[in-house]
Nanobody, 115 residues
Framework: QVQLVESGGGLVRSGGSLRLSCAASGIIFSRYAVGWYRQAPGKQREIVASLNSGGSTNYADSVKGRFTISRDNAKNSVYLEMNSLKPEDTAVYYC?????????WGQGIQVTVSS
């Protein structure tokens, strides 16, 4: 069974840092492009960062220079390092990838940034 599990969220003060993890099971994660998305209350889900199988990355303008997406193939995981966090970064964060059966999403994890 293919599954993604996020971890590492929580409550942090403005200016602080968090590192989110997305662990995959049932697949060799390094073969796939992976995305981190977020959804704030009352807003649509938006892409935050993506990482393809070749190592190329893309970031939303709102997080450029503050967030870094990376992967550890030995741990079959992808990470989102978030620095200089702002209250507007508060959201549920999800990782995903496109599998032949469709889009696979993690369960989501809450990140709350207090002012």
């Amino acid at each position: 069974q293919v599954q993604l599990v996020e971890s590492g969220g929580g409550l942090v003060r403005s200016g602080g840092s968090l590192r989110l993890s997305c662990a995959a099971s049932g697949i060799i994660f390094s073969r796939y492009a992976v995305g981190w998305y977020r959804q704030a209350p009352g807003k649509q889900r938006e892409i935050v960062a993506s990482l393809n199988s070749g190592g190329s990355t893309n970031y939303a303008d709102s997080v450029k220079g503050r967030f870094t997406i990376s992967r550890d193939n030995a741990k079959n995981s992808v990470y989102l390092e978030m620095n200089s966090l702002k209250p507007e970064d508060t959201a549920v964060y999800y990782c995903n990838f496109e599998y032949y059966t469709g889009t696979i999403w993690g369960q989501g994890i809450q990140v709350t940034v207090s002012s």
